[in-house]
């Protein structure tokens, strides 16, 4: 049980955007607090982990936390298949080993059941009060160790609207033209908008994708455009996975696509009246930066 909880910490922290945007999503979070949360929850799994793998504290602290966790998680798994149904990954073990929600749900219930019965039956053992201090190491390590494994990183929020313009026009008729599945709207050759091109099956581009639907949820004026790359049967599942449905799209393949959008994905490009004025990674993109650009 012990390796089940660091497993899936470790597993979350790699990438960790995707569980840092659970807690925006939730919609009570940040997303300059998400990612002290994110990696506060990967802590708390680490310190379950040490401690049933010591066999300290058990009744005391270990099995009230894990139930603590697992029961949160459960509640929120619940929410997600009641919101929008038992699709995509739940993040759980992170993007190494896909599950769906409800999936999710029934390990977590396994393992309730299998701490319940340890709670009655298993008491495991603690220090002896006179060595009491050496309960903070485990403690201290389990805190420490999401944070220098994947340091959490907020001084890149405004680098690239300060960086120089690119100013340069996308020569958006190639996409009217050579779009298929939906006809790009003409508009997006007037005002602001940003322009994403993504392969329907890069992980980053999911990730990104994932981080746009968030900001177009907390606020729908921000204009979203995907230009997906890919087969035709990879895009629902690509839908089930980052729940981007309502994003306006198009699929563009071959040279097209690359003509526009380079050999690097994803591409997000911040767009007015047909002029690129910041290429942005996924990663540095902040909604109030986004936001200070459309009021300009």
């Not at 049980?1 to 919609?27: C, R």
């Not at 009570?28 to 002290?36: E, G, K, M, R």
């Not at 009060?129 to 405004?158: D, H, R, T």
Request: glycine share 4%; with cysteine.
């Amino acid at each position: 049980m012990g390796i089940v909880f660091i497993f899936s910490g470790y597993t979350k922290l790699y990438p960790i955007e995707p569980f840092e945007y659970t807690f925006v999503d939730l919609g009570f979070i940040n997303w300059q607090i998400a990612p002290f949360i994110a990696r506060l929850m990967i802590a708390a799994e680490f310190l379950i982990g040490i401690l049933l793998i010591l066999n300290l504290n058990l009744r005391k602290i270990t099995y009230k936390l894990a139930i603590g966790i697992l029961v949160f998680f459960s509640i929120y798994l619940i929410l997600l298949i009641f919101i929008v149904g038992n699709k995509g990954n739940c993040g759980c073990f992170g993007t190494y080993f896909q599950m769906t929600p409800l999936e999710a749900l029934i390990k977590n219930i396994i393992m309730l059941a299998i701490f319940f019965t340890l709670y009655r039956n298993h008491e495991g053992w603690e220090l002896p009060k006179k060595y009491n201090y050496l309960n903070v190491i485990p403690y201290a390590a389990a805190i420490a160790m999401p944070f220098i494994l994947n340091p959490v990183e907020l001084n890149y929020s405004e680098a690239y609207l300060n960086k120089p313009e690119d100013n340069y026009k996308i020569e958006l008729d190639s996409l009217y033209s050579n779009a298929k599945l939906n006809i790009p709207p003409k508009t997006l050759s007037n005002g602001k908008h940003i322009i994403a091109f993504m392969s329907l099956t890069c992980p980053h581009c999911r990730i990104a994708a994932k981080k746009m639907r968030i900001m177009h949820e907390r606020n729908p004026n921000i204009s979203f455009y995907f230009v997906l790359n890919g087969k035709d049967e990879k895009l629902q599942p690509f839908y089930d996975d980052t729940k981007t449905e309502n994003i306006p799209h198009c699929i563009l393949n071959g040279r097209n696509f690359v003509y526009l959008a380079g050999t690097v994905m994803p591409t997000i490009y911040l767009v007015n009246n047909s002029i690129v004025e910041h290429d942005v990674n996924y990663m540095d993109l902040d909604q109030s930066e986004v936001e200070k650009w459309l009021s300009k």
